[in-house]
């Protein structure tokens, strides 16, 4: 793919998962990776298997739900590598036994679930736009991916605040791209659904959890990773260069039923 040898490229919870692997993809083509987690040692060791593997890398631990954080880490990949041409806006919080959060109905939720579930998954990605997309302007191009989720498409009975939160990544994708598409930045958003990963891993692995996950998928399965990141890939390559505020499902056919 085009566009993205020598591209500094943030992928925030680049420490596993999805993030992860779109950080080896983005390598693969020449990137520069800043991998920035909430787990400070995931970060770091996967910047430094990169490194070691000849891409210029920088792990960092940040929560993107605090926004001196979010500065500290834009201030970081400024400082270092002087330029910022790729955000993915990966990190969130979902389906997880060991998610401290409820996964519930608007009345079961506590409050204090529901703002941190929120602060993570929408306004999460907003802060790290609010300090980089004028720094993409000034460059005078840029590429913001946004990872959502098909419950931002379609209802998710059960999980009312990450429903929710994801919608509302959907809608600022679109309202981002229409205010910084004239200043050369283009913003998109995936919708994977059902992907093998540490945010899942105990549901799938339960008796019955990886057919009960892919039931209702044409393709019959979840996705891998690596499925889901090469499609952030494509979105902040050249060769999508004339692909602004799409908000694409990547999950086997789940929502053309």
């Excluded at 926004?67 to 330029?83: I, K, S």
Aim: proline share 4%; charged share 15%.
């Amino acid at each position: 793919m085009t566009g993205l040898q020598g591209a500094v490229v943030i992928v925030t919870g680049g420490a596993s998962g999805q993030g992860l692997a779109a950080t080896r993809l983005f390598a693969e083509r020449g990137s520069t990776v800043v991998i920035a987690d909430w787990n400070r040692t995931g970060a770091e060791e996967a910047a430094a298997k990169l490194t070691a593997d000849g891409t210029p890398a920088l792990g960092i631990q940040v929560d993107v739900s605090d926004e001196a954080a979010v500065a500290a880490m834009v201030d970081a990949t400024m400082d270092r590598f002087g330029r910022i041409d790729v955000l993915f806006n990966n990190a969130g919080v979902g389906f997880s036994a060991r998610s401290r959060y409820a996964m519930a109905s608007v009345v079961d939720t506590p409050a204090e679930d529901w703002d941190a579930i929120l602060a993570i998954n929408l306004k999460g990605p907003a802060l790290c736009c609010k300090h980089v997309l004028p720094i993409m302007a000034t460059q005078g191009r840029g590429a913001v991916v946004n990872n959502a989720s098909i419950n931002g498409l379609v209802a998710m009975p059960g999980a009312d605040a990450y429903t929710a939160a994801k919608g509302g990544l959907v809608a600022l994708t679109r309202v981002l791209a229409a205010d910084w598409g004239p200043r050369g930045v283009r913003v998109n958003c995936i919708c994977p659904g059902g992907v093998d990963t540490p945010m899942i891993s105990e549901i799938l692995h339960a008796d019955g959890g990886r057919e009960a996950a892919a039931a209702g998928n044409p393709l019959g399965r979840v996705a891998r990773p690596d499925e889901i990141a090469s499609v952030a890939v494509f979105l902040a390559s050249d060769a999508a260069s004339y692909v602004n505020g799409v908000i694409l499902p990547v999950d086997g056919g789940h929502t053309a039923l």
